[in-house]
């Protein structure tokens, strides 16, 4: 199971962070953050534990398997 959410010019990052701890407390195996203007993603793999992808990056989740390409994913 994976939780993805984008952050919003209106979005506090501390708001999101909160939620982040919950979803893993919830079961969550990933948690991606999403900041569109920064073209960055950072993937959660515990409430500490993450790794930032940006650019041109291939966003890489091994816990779910699943490869992506940023410049797709912010064309």
Same mark, same amino acid.
């Given at each position: 199971?994976?939780?993805?959410?984008? %952050? @919003?010019?209106?979005?506090? #990052?501390?708001? /999101?962070? +909160?939620?982040?701890?919950e979803?893993?407390?919830?079961?969550? %195996? @990933?948690?991606?953050?999403? #900041?569109p203007? /920064?073209? +960055?993603?950072?993937?959660?793999h515990?409430?500490?534990?993450?790794?930032?992808?940006?650019?041109?990056?291939?966003?890489?989740?091994?816990?779910?398997?699943?490869?992506?390409?940023?410049?797709?994913?912010?064309?």
């Amino acid at each position: 199971m994976c939780a993805i959410e984008i %952050l @919003s010019a209106k979005q506090d #990052l501390s708001e /999101l962070m +909160t939620k982040r701890a919950e979803y893993f407390t919830g079961g969550v %195996l @990933s948690y991606w953050l999403v #900041l569109p203007a /920064l073209y +960055t993603i950072y993937v959660f793999h515990s409430a500490t534990e993450y790794q930032i992808f940006s650019g041109k990056d291939k966003l890489q989740d091994a816990k779910l398997g699943i490869e992506l390409d940023l410049e797709e994913v912010f064309k």
